[in-house]
């Protein structure tokens, strides 16, 4: 039996219905402030409870047979990080401090970790690989390398088996129409654009128009969900299965597209043109930042599915079916 930790947030839920998919089961922990109760898949055990809460925590263990852990269950607003550390710090590090605390305690020695490619900050080469130094440049990113280097000592100490996947923009949404994104706020610029285009806001901001790029605007890897479950999947049934362990992935299409490209596309599947706000670029934006994936490509098998035009179709799908999001 495999624990979800965040089960019920929008990349959480799609692990979720792929584990199940795969005939694994699933026990969720999720305290839904973020997620929601309804994406969560009515095939998985679905628990109420914070990560931070180790009678929380430690009730799931003793109550089910749980092999390994999947650690999605964060904070992940960079802008929020630098106005609110304390939450951040909070809840990605004090909450990971229990919950490999009440592992270890319980016989639990295997873990997926979502972390993210904010630990690797503004490198010089845009295309970025795992040898790569990491140096964060926000609270959030901090946070998660802080995570990563708390797994990997309660590897060295304690046997504790692990596989960190960083990643980069995530999109999408499942093609079943089952799942989606509905943030509050919403801050990923695709599901923006088509709140746009759906009426649902005034404008689209563009910041920055000049970047040495093919069309002025930045440039950034994408990766629909459900390439990113798939990958999250593959990696536990290595771990599980004594294959790979203590490693580091990133997980990222290869393939950057530029923000005029995100809006162009978004026009063309919803048949709407977007009203575009141009802005001065915001410090610190390099112009270019693309995931090198070949490492977990060559190690795994891992390969994505899907492209920038399955990632706004699917996504475009699920928010006509529902305008208003989960209720």
Known sequence: MILVTGGAGYIGSHVVKGLLDAHHQVVVLDNLSTGHKEAVDERAHFIKGDVKNCEDVEGVLEKFPIRAVMHFSANCYV??????PRKYYENNVASMITLLGIMRDNGVNKLIFSSSCAVYGIPENPEINERM?????SPYGRTKLVAEEMIKDFSFAYGLEYINL???????????????????PETHIIPNILLHLAGKQPY???????????????????IHVCDLAKGHILALEHLLNNQVKNNTFNLGNGNGYSV????????????????V???????????????????IVGELG??????????????????????????
């Open 133 to 137: 130094e990491t140096n964060p440049i």
């Open 277 to 295: 706000v141009i802005e001065p670029r915001r410090k610190g934006d390099p112009p270019r930042l693309i995931a090198n994936s070949s490492k």
């Open 166 to 184: 960083r990643y980069f923009n995530v999109a999408g949404a499942d093609p079943d129409g089952k799942l989606g994104e509905d943030h509050h």
């Open 79 to 84: 802008g929020e990080s630098v106005t609110q």
């Open 302 to 327: 891992w390969k994505p599915d899907y492209g920038l035009t399955d990632m706004v179709q699917t996504a475009w799908d699920w928010y006509q079916k529902n305008p208003d999001g989960y209720v």
């Open 204 to 222: 689209i901001t563009v910041y920055g128009s000049d970047y040495e790029t093919r069309d002025g605007t930045c440039i950034r890897d994408y």
């Open 260 to 275: 005029r490209e995100l809006i162009d596309t978004c026009e063309k599947i919803t048949g709407m043109k977007a009203k």
